[in-house]
């Protein structure tokens, strides 16, 4: 029996390869692959299909496409000081009792490949190491375990999670700075603590690292992964693509309104300026600088050592053929981004916003 462990990395399109594993997972078991669920609305989902013989298009919940997060948060909930699972993760069991039922539908399913698939779990070798011995003890029946992770380019990971951290409500330091800007102990950045740990801790690991520009040349997340596995992803339900990115200016913005209102206060009025900016033509984040040149040497220089051992290990001249690109600015400022939105947002769009404190907020960095 083989296991593949997919732990992201985040920003790599892993959330468009759950939810397409989850909806087929039916028609996948056919085929001897099998994506074990971890609490009762997924047992549930998957004796639904049992009874009715087939897959169906709607995008089930968190717990069911993202079950493999649920185990991860609750991994680390109960293990890690300050972590907590999410809102989204409603009704978790405890670890062990996840842990104990996934060596059980093993042991019943007798599947060719498990997969296990959370890029949450990209956390557990720098926070809490003994969360992947405790995982491949749960997965102890498969003779086969290989770890997949996806990689971005550093300066893209970090500009992706900017992002992330953004629509999600925080008030990042600018990347710009210096000191505090970019993380550079940080799974984001220091690849080493992502990896390593794995191939260390489980017995003849086999390892799969993937530049993430490879992974978009394969046409994304999905085909690259199934170009490993007995079965062709093109005569199995197609998933929409997940988490699509959002302008630099956009972003700007948003990040001053959480920072006027507050991570709570901020989200309608986040949300409805997301939704603007996916039907605004704004410039992307291939034409916008957030780094700057500073930080770029920087980050190139701190970043040889893990391109190294990355390269050494996937067994390649260079993991990143484009390495040399992370010097290279973007041509234009995060300011000017920053404005372009603004400008497009008319006083009638903003009259538009159901919050008046909202609209004052919008209005004074429209025009303040």
Not at 54 to 77: G, Q, V
Not at 88 to 113: R, Y
Not at 288 to 302: T, Y
Request: charged share 25%; glycine share 6%; aromatic share 8%.
């Amino acid at each position: 029996m083989r296991v593949i462990c997919h732990i992201g990395h985040h920003k790599t399109g892993t959330s468009s390869l759950q939810t397409f594993l989850s909806q087929n997972s039916y028609q996948l078991l056919k085929h001897g692959i099998y994506y074990p669920w971890t609490e009762s609305q997924g047992a549930s989902y998957a004796l639904k299909k049992a009874m009715s013989g087939k897959d169906t298009k709607e995008i089930p919940s968190w717990n069911i496409r993202e079950a493999h997060n649920a185990l991860a948060f609750r991994m680390m909930t109960d293990n890690v000081k300050d972590w907590r699972v999410p809102s989204f993760h409603p009704n978790i069991p405890h670890s062990n009792q996840i842990l104990v039922s996934l060596h059980n539908q093993l042991e019943a399913v007798q599947p060719d490949v498990s997969v296990i698939c959370s890029e949450v779990m990209s956390n557990f070798g720098r926070l809490a190491p003994n969360l992947i011995n405790r995982l491949r003890k749960a997965l102890r029946l498969a003779d086969d375990f290989t770890l997949w992770c996806t990689l971005r380019r550093p300066d893209e990971q970090v500009v992706a999670w900017h992002g992330q951290a953004i629509r999600a409500g925080e008030t990042p330091v600018k990347l710009q700075n210096l000191k505090h800007g970019v993380n550079y102990n940080g799974i984001h950045f220091n690849y080493l603590d992502v990896v390593r740990p794995w191939i260390s801790r489980i017995q003849d690991c086999k390892i799969i690292l993937r530049p993430y520009r490879e992974v978009l040349q394969q046409g994304g997340s999905v085909e690259d992964f199934f170009a490993e596995l007995p079965v062709q992803s093109d005569c199995l339900i197609p998933v929409e693509k997940m988490n699509e990115s959002i302008a630099p200016g956009a972003l700007a913005v948003i990040r001053d309104v959480n920072a006027k209102l507050g991570q709570g206060h901020s989200e309608p009025i986040r949300q409805k300026l997301i939704d603007l900016s996916c039907n605004m033509s704004l410039l992307s984040s291939k034409q916008v600088e957030l780094l700057g040149q500073e930080q770029r040497q920087v980050m190139f220089e701190k970043f040889k050592p893990i391109h190294q051992w990355l390269s050494d290990t996937s067994g390649r001249d260079m993991f990143f053929t484009d390495i040399e690109e992370m010097l290279e600015c973007k041509p234009i400022s995060e300011d000017e981004a920053k404005r372009q939105f603004l400008d497009l947002l008319t006083d009638e769009v903003i009259k538009q916003l159901w919050s008046e404190e909202g609209r004052r907020v919008l209005t004074s960095l429209k025009y303040g």
